[in-house]
T-cell receptor, first 114, second 115 residues
Framework: GAVVSQHPSWVICKSGTSVKIECRSL??????MFWYRQFPKQSLMLMAT?????????EQGVEKDKFLINHASLTLSTLTVTSAHPEDSSFYIC??????????FGPGTRLTVT | AQKITQTQPGMFVQEKEAVTLDCTYD???????LFWYKQPSSGEMIFLIY??????QNATEGRYSLNFQKARKSANLVISASQLGDSAMYFC????????????FGQGTELSVKP
Protein backbone atom coordinates (compact mmCIF):
# COMPACT_ATOMS: atom_id res chain seq x y z
CA GLY A 1 0.00 0.00 0.00
CA ALA A 2 0.95 3.64 -0.36
CA VAL A 3 3.18 5.00 2.36
CA VAL A 4 3.43 8.57 3.57
CA SER A 5 6.06 9.67 6.04
CA GLN A 6 6.36 12.75 8.19
CA HIS A 7 9.42 14.22 9.79
CA PRO A 8 9.93 14.93 12.58
CA SER A 9 7.46 12.79 14.51
CA TRP A 10 7.67 15.22 17.40
CA VAL A 11 9.36 18.56 17.96
CA ILE A 12 9.73 21.01 20.81
CA CYS A 13 10.59 24.59 19.96
CA LYS A 14 10.79 27.90 21.75
CA SER A 15 8.24 30.61 21.28
CA GLY A 16 9.14 32.91 18.41
CA THR A 17 11.10 30.35 16.42
CA SER A 18 10.03 28.61 13.22
CA VAL A 19 9.69 24.91 12.67
CA LYS A 20 9.45 22.95 9.44
CA ILE A 21 7.52 19.69 9.04
CA GLU A 22 8.09 17.46 6.03
CA CYS A 23 5.56 15.17 4.39
CA ARG A 24 6.78 12.62 1.86
CA SER A 25 5.00 10.11 -0.33
CA LEU A 26 7.46 7.24 -0.41
CA UNK A 27 6.20 5.00 -3.19
CA UNK A 28 3.98 7.15 -5.35
CA UNK A 29 3.81 10.64 -6.77
CA UNK A 30 1.34 13.02 -5.20
CA UNK A 31 0.40 16.20 -7.01
CA UNK A 32 -1.84 17.09 -4.11
CA MET A 33 -1.21 16.83 -0.39
CA PHE A 34 -3.31 18.02 2.51
CA TRP A 35 -2.32 19.44 5.88
CA TYR A 36 -4.51 18.93 8.94
CA ARG A 37 -4.32 20.11 12.49
CA GLN A 38 -5.75 18.23 15.43
CA PHE A 39 -6.13 19.32 19.04
CA PRO A 40 -6.46 16.68 21.78
CA LYS A 41 -9.75 14.81 21.71
CA GLN A 42 -10.88 16.81 18.70
CA SER A 43 -11.36 16.16 15.03
CA LEU A 44 -8.98 16.82 12.16
CA MET A 45 -9.27 20.31 10.79
CA LEU A 46 -8.11 20.84 7.22
CA MET A 47 -5.65 23.71 7.08
CA ALA A 48 -4.67 23.77 3.44
CA THR A 49 -4.40 21.89 0.20
CA UNK A 50 -0.88 21.73 -1.16
CA UNK A 51 -0.49 21.53 -4.92
CA UNK A 52 2.80 20.65 -6.58
CA UNK A 53 4.25 23.59 -8.43
CA UNK A 54 1.65 26.10 -7.35
CA UNK A 55 0.46 28.00 -4.34
CA UNK A 56 -1.36 26.22 -1.59
CA UNK A 57 -5.06 26.74 -1.05
CA UNK A 58 -5.79 27.67 2.54
CA GLU A 59 -9.01 27.06 4.39
CA GLN A 60 -10.91 29.98 5.80
CA GLY A 61 -9.39 31.27 9.02
CA VAL A 62 -5.93 29.77 8.47
CA GLU A 63 -3.16 32.36 8.33
CA LYS A 64 -1.16 31.73 5.19
CA ASP A 65 1.73 33.89 6.38
CA LYS A 66 2.01 31.89 9.57
CA PHE A 67 1.66 28.45 8.07
CA LEU A 68 3.86 28.40 5.00
CA ILE A 69 3.36 25.49 2.66
CA ASN A 70 5.72 24.48 -0.10
CA HIS A 71 5.16 21.59 -2.50
CA ALA A 72 8.31 21.68 -4.59
CA SER A 73 8.27 18.12 -5.85
CA LEU A 74 5.81 15.32 -6.51
CA THR A 75 6.86 13.53 -3.34
CA LEU A 76 7.47 16.30 -0.82
CA SER A 77 5.39 18.98 0.82
CA THR A 78 6.57 21.06 3.76
CA LEU A 79 4.68 23.03 6.39
CA THR A 80 6.60 25.75 8.19
CA VAL A 81 5.07 27.21 11.32
CA THR A 82 6.59 30.68 11.55
CA SER A 83 7.06 32.61 14.79
CA ALA A 84 5.50 29.78 16.73
CA HIS A 85 3.53 30.46 19.88
CA PRO A 86 2.26 28.08 22.55
CA GLU A 87 -1.22 28.13 20.98
CA ASP A 88 0.32 26.57 17.86
CA SER A 89 1.08 23.45 19.87
CA SER A 90 -0.90 20.72 18.21
CA PHE A 91 -0.77 17.47 16.24
CA TYR A 92 -0.16 18.12 12.55
CA ILE A 93 -1.06 15.40 10.05
CA CYS A 94 -0.46 15.38 6.34
CA UNK A 95 -2.02 13.19 3.69
CA UNK A 96 -1.22 12.55 0.06
CA UNK A 97 -3.87 12.13 -2.59
CA UNK A 98 -3.71 8.97 -4.61
CA UNK A 99 -4.77 8.44 -8.24
CA UNK A 100 -8.38 7.65 -7.29
CA UNK A 101 -8.67 10.63 -4.98
CA UNK A 102 -8.11 8.46 -1.94
CA UNK A 103 -5.98 9.90 0.85
CA UNK A 104 -3.00 8.26 2.48
CA PHE A 105 -2.12 9.74 5.84
CA GLY A 106 1.25 10.31 7.42
CA PRO A 107 1.88 9.32 11.03
CA GLY A 108 1.63 12.91 12.27
CA THR A 109 3.94 15.40 13.97
CA ARG A 110 3.41 16.52 17.52
CA LEU A 111 4.52 20.13 17.97
CA THR A 112 5.05 21.64 21.40
CA VAL A 113 5.92 25.31 21.66
CA THR A 114 7.38 26.39 24.99
CA ALA B 1 -22.70 23.44 3.00
CA GLN B 2 -21.38 19.96 3.61
CA LYS B 3 -21.30 18.67 7.15
CA ILE B 4 -20.58 15.43 8.98
CA THR B 5 -22.07 14.73 12.39
CA GLN B 6 -21.09 12.07 14.89
CA THR B 7 -23.34 12.36 17.92
CA GLN B 8 -21.64 9.82 20.17
CA PRO B 9 -18.57 11.33 21.87
CA GLY B 10 -17.85 8.03 23.59
CA MET B 11 -19.05 4.45 23.37
CA PHE B 12 -18.40 1.31 25.41
CA VAL B 13 -18.72 -2.23 24.12
CA GLN B 14 -18.03 -5.60 25.62
CA GLU B 15 -15.34 -7.66 23.97
CA LYS B 16 -16.75 -9.97 21.26
CA GLU B 17 -19.94 -7.95 20.99
CA ALA B 18 -20.94 -5.85 17.96
CA VAL B 19 -21.12 -2.06 18.10
CA THR B 20 -22.56 0.61 15.82
CA LEU B 21 -21.00 4.04 15.51
CA ASP B 22 -23.34 6.67 14.12
CA CYS B 23 -22.61 9.13 11.34
CA THR B 24 -24.94 11.45 9.51
CA TYR B 25 -24.01 13.82 6.73
CA ASP B 26 -25.47 16.76 4.94
CA UNK B 27 -24.84 17.55 1.31
CA UNK B 28 -26.83 18.59 -1.71
CA UNK B 29 -24.38 16.96 -4.10
CA UNK B 30 -25.51 13.64 -5.60
CA UNK B 31 -21.93 12.41 -5.89
CA UNK B 32 -19.81 11.97 -2.79
CA UNK B 33 -17.70 9.47 -0.93
CA LEU B 34 -17.96 8.39 2.68
CA PHE B 35 -15.07 7.06 4.74
CA TRP B 36 -14.39 5.71 8.18
CA TYR B 37 -10.98 6.01 9.82
CA LYS B 38 -9.62 4.63 13.07
CA GLN B 39 -7.14 6.67 15.09
CA PRO B 40 -5.43 4.84 17.96
CA SER B 41 -3.59 6.71 20.67
CA SER B 42 -0.45 6.73 18.50
CA GLY B 43 -2.20 9.24 16.24
CA GLU B 44 -1.99 7.49 12.89
CA MET B 45 -5.09 7.53 10.74
CA ILE B 46 -6.04 4.03 9.63
CA PHE B 47 -8.46 3.69 6.72
CA LEU B 48 -11.25 1.24 7.47
CA ILE B 49 -13.95 1.37 4.83
CA TYR B 50 -15.32 3.40 1.92
CA UNK B 51 -18.80 3.87 0.48
CA UNK B 52 -19.55 5.70 -2.72
CA UNK B 53 -22.85 7.54 -3.01
CA UNK B 54 -23.82 5.51 -6.07
CA UNK B 55 -22.85 2.16 -4.62
CA UNK B 56 -25.89 -0.08 -4.44
CA GLN B 57 -24.57 -2.39 -1.77
CA ASN B 58 -23.27 -1.62 1.69
CA ALA B 59 -19.51 -1.78 1.91
CA THR B 60 -17.87 -4.48 4.00
CA GLU B 61 -14.24 -5.03 4.99
CA GLY B 62 -13.67 -7.94 7.30
CA ARG B 63 -15.24 -7.12 10.66
CA TYR B 64 -16.26 -3.67 9.45
CA SER B 65 -19.44 -2.92 7.56
CA LEU B 66 -21.03 0.34 6.63
CA ASN B 67 -24.79 0.67 7.03
CA PHE B 68 -25.51 3.16 4.25
CA GLN B 69 -28.97 4.69 4.27
CA LYS B 70 -28.92 7.27 1.55
CA ALA B 71 -32.39 8.68 2.07
CA ARG B 72 -31.64 9.26 5.74
CA LYS B 73 -28.13 10.50 4.94
CA SER B 74 -26.56 8.16 7.40
CA ALA B 75 -23.44 6.01 7.14
CA ASN B 76 -23.09 4.09 10.35
CA LEU B 77 -20.08 1.87 10.99
CA VAL B 78 -20.72 -1.57 12.40
CA ILE B 79 -17.86 -3.42 14.05
CA SER B 80 -18.59 -7.06 14.69
CA ALA B 81 -16.89 -9.21 17.31
CA SER B 82 -15.14 -6.31 19.03
CA GLN B 83 -11.55 -6.79 20.11
CA LEU B 84 -9.54 -4.96 22.75
CA GLY B 85 -7.43 -3.51 19.94
CA ASP B 86 -10.48 -1.79 18.54
CA SER B 87 -10.32 0.77 21.36
CA ALA B 88 -9.58 4.05 19.56
CA MET B 89 -11.09 7.20 18.12
CA TYR B 90 -13.23 6.64 15.04
CA PHE B 91 -13.85 9.35 12.48
CA CYS B 92 -16.44 9.49 9.74
CA UNK B 93 -15.50 11.63 6.75
CA UNK B 94 -17.09 12.80 3.54
CA UNK B 95 -15.39 13.63 0.27
CA UNK B 96 -17.47 16.13 -1.67
CA UNK B 97 -17.14 16.29 -5.45
CA UNK B 98 -15.00 18.74 -7.34
CA UNK B 99 -12.96 19.86 -4.36
CA UNK B 100 -9.71 18.15 -5.16
CA UNK B 101 -10.36 15.14 -2.97
CA UNK B 102 -10.40 16.93 0.36
CA UNK B 103 -12.16 15.30 3.31
CA UNK B 104 -14.57 16.77 5.82
CA PHE B 105 -14.38 14.98 9.16
CA GLY B 106 -16.93 14.44 11.87
CA GLN B 107 -16.20 15.10 15.53
CA GLY B 108 -15.20 11.54 16.22
CA THR B 109 -16.34 8.81 18.59
CA GLU B 110 -14.08 7.32 21.23
CA LEU B 111 -14.69 3.60 21.44
CA SER B 112 -13.64 1.63 24.49
CA VAL B 113 -13.76 -2.16 24.40
CA LYS B 114 -14.16 -3.80 27.80
CA PRO B 115 -12.64 -7.23 28.51
Amino acid sequence: GAVVSQHPSWVICKSGTSVKIECRSLDFQATTMFWYRQFPKQSLMLMATSNEGSKATYEQGVEKDKFLINHASLTLSTLTVTSAHPEDSSFYICSARGPNYEQYFGPGTRLTVT
Amino acid sequence: AQKITQTQPGMFVQEKEAVTLDCTYDTSDPSYGLFWYKQPSSGEMIFLIYQGSYDQQNATEGRYSLNFQKARKSANLVISASQLGDSAMYFCAMRPPDQGGKLIFGQGTELSVKP
